[in-house]
């Protein structure tokens, strides 16, 4: 996988691969798209296309993709308005790409989930205004609708 995602055209050959007989060639994601959520949404429309998406979680390692990552999202909120995004930023500073060390795999993956269970504190609150705001819009919109009809 990891040398699939790394073969970028001009910078190296495409990875060649034997699947039962078949031979595949992989190439980094830059090459159709560089919004890893662009691809999550596509995929999930192919697999359930009568199924609106909730949520998209997802985990960068930095800010370069933010506003592909955004117009991906602002392009799916028009089919599923109610879509709610977050992206987080796990703690990676010091940590190179290429570290081979178990203990320093260890200590980013404690890192990782400290920076997790913090953020879905933060964000379980918020989500729960989100929802409780949009509960409270429904309901008075529905007895605006009920007592209007009256």
């Known amino acids: 996988a990891m040398a699939a995602t790394t073969a970028l055209p001009v910078v190296s050959k495409r990875l060649e691969v034997d699947i039962k007989g078949e031979n595949h060639r992989f190439a980094d994601g830059l090459v159709i798209c560089n919004s890893p959520v662009a691809i999550a949404i596509a995929e999930a429309r192919c697999l359930w296309p009568k199924r609106p998406i909730g949520v998209v979680l997802s985990f960068g390692l930095a800010r370069g993709e933010d506003e592909l990552n955004q ?14 995004y977050l992206r987080l930023y796990p703690p990676f500073q010091g940590f190179p790409i290429n570290e081979m060390d ?11 989930r400290s920076y997790i269970n913090e953020t879905k504190a933060k964000e379980d609150v918020r989500y729960t205004s989100i929802l409780e705001s949009k509960r409270d819009s429904q309901q008075h919109h529905y007895r605006k609708g009920v007592l209007g009809s009256k």
């Open 71 to 84: 117009r991906a999202v602002e392009a799916a909120k028009r089919i599923d308005p109610d879509l709610y």
């Open 102 to 112: 178990e203990r320093k795999h260890e200590e980013l993956r404690e890192r990782s």
